[in-house]
């Protein structure tokens, strides 16, 4: 039963939608969201802590050499994966880069954690072989790689919150958290908020509750799910206007639980009968 | 519909277990090392609701005098990776001559930084609340030879 629901199926048009948003953001991320770790190209090498999984493999300590080659070959490749093109080859190409990437990114003394779906998400795209934005038979190679990428979703929040309890402990929810948090990188309406008597205290109450629930949302009623995802986006609203943490590659690989296929009957709709016989999906 | 193989089947099974494992045993016996199976540790202490609140920040003085605060966009180095490598530096200031030399790599043309120091800013809190008062505490500096 466990297997069935790991491999339920889903429609390739899905993937399809998923698999343009996933390599368009590889794209965005180097230049936009976190354009920082291209300045690790001149860090001095002896910043460099290589985590275990660097010293393990080993990787070699970061050159400009070597983080240029990777930022261009990754611009250019995870273009080519998003059109839907040769998926497996250029899937796990732009995997082992953006890994590595992100490798680079976290040794210089600080690891962030807003991205662990989005790693399972480029792991396994390159799994589920060719789809098509218009085709709408379901496939279950697709529907386990949207599966497992929301668990490793859904693993942020609820192991998080056990890896509140572990290191926090039971009084990390009346502890002065969010108020550290804020006077770090509070922005003007996180300030308004922090001077209200007992409101951060309730928030922490608020988010361990929610981390530790999270996990509800494979079994509530599908048509409420998307309403789950709703509120899981507008706890990053709140994250985002209190404390600027965007959390934005796991934001996209959160649209795994979204019925991505109707942007297509969406676009299609606007276009009109025009488009019946325009094919919005390279072959 | 395409349907996967037997082996298929398992193959993905038991790569989703054994993930999940990994990132489970992470939780509660690994740390940051361990990416990407660490713990998700983001803000996951309890400060005390009644002890100062830390915030750091580095900063260099250039050779005519002038006082920059460090950023990941002046140095390429984020303020978060200074913290996690502090007491390096505040066993061995003479490394924060990396930094001087990251800020001159990434601004070109600026004077350069003669001294370099990391302060925390402690800030009140109380009852788990700012109480808008603040110290300034020099943690490690370094000064040019």
Request: include cysteine; charged fraction near 20%; hydrophobic fraction near 50%.
């Amino acid at each position: 039963m466990i297997t069935r629901w790991l491999t339920e199926p889903v429609p390739r048009s899905r993937v399809a939608f998923f698999r343009t948003i996933v390599y368009v953001f590889v794209f965005l991320d180097l230049v936009v969201f976190t354009p920082w770790v291209r300045a690790h190209a001149n860090t001095p090498g002896d910043l460099y802590q290589p985590l275990m999984i660097g010293r393990l493999l080993p990787l070699p300590t970061p050159t400009p050499l070597l983080v240029n080659t990777i930022f261009w070959a990754l611009l250019v490749l995870s273009l080519a994966a998003a059109t839907g093109r040769a998926p497996r080859l250029l899937g796990w190409a732009v995997f082992i880069l953006y890994f590595e990437w992100m490798i680079i990114a976290m040794s210089y003394g600080k690891v962030d954690h807003d991205r662990i779906g989005f790693l399972v998400a480029l792991a396994v795209l390159p799994t589920v072989g060719r789809t098509r934005f218009r085709d709408q038979s379901l496939t279950e190679a697709g529907g386990w790689a949207l599966r497992v990428t929301q668990i490793a979703v859904i693993c942020t929040y609820f192991l998080a919150a056990l890896a509140k309890l572990r290191i926090g402990g039971l009084e990390w929810v009346t502890s002065g958290v969010l108020a550290q948090a804020i006077i770090r990188r509070g922005t003007e309406l996180a300030d308004m908020i922090a001077v209200v008597p007992g409101l951060l205290i309730v928030s922490q109450f608020g988010i361990i509750a929610f981390e530790l629930l999270s996990p509800l949302i494979f079994v509530v009623p599908q048509r409420w799910r998307n309403w789950v995802v709703a509120f899981f986006y507008s706890f990053h609203v709140a994250t985002f206007a209190t404390i600027t943490i965007s959390f934005a590659p796991h934001l996209i690989a959160m649209t795994s639980f979204l019925p991505l296929e109707r942007i297509g009957r969406l676009t299609r709709r606007r276009a009109g009968s025009s488009a019946a016989t325009a094919d919005v999906t390279p072959d | 519909m395409s349907e996967l193989t037997t082996r298929g089947r398992r193959v993905r099974v038991v790569a989703t277990f054994a993930c999940l494992a990994l990132l489970v045993a992470g939780t509660f016996f690994g740390d940051d090392d361990h990416f990407p199976f660490g713990p998700f540790r983001m803000y996951a202490s309890s400060p005390d609701p009644d002890g100062d609140a830390k915030d750091t920040r580095v900063e260099g003085v250039d050779v005519t005098g002038k006082t920059i605060v460090i950023t990941e966009s002046n140095s390429g180095i984020r303020r978060a990776e200074i913290e996690g490598q502090q007491a390096a530096y505040e066993r061995e200031p003479a490394r924060m001559a990396r930094i001087a030399e990251a800020y001159a790599e990434h601004t070109p043309g600026a004077p350069a930084l003669r001294e370099v120091r990391i302060v925390v800013r402690w800030h009140g809190i109380q009852d788990a609340r700012p109480t808008g008062t603040w110290t300034d505490e020099v943690v490690a500096d370094w000064v040019r030879p």
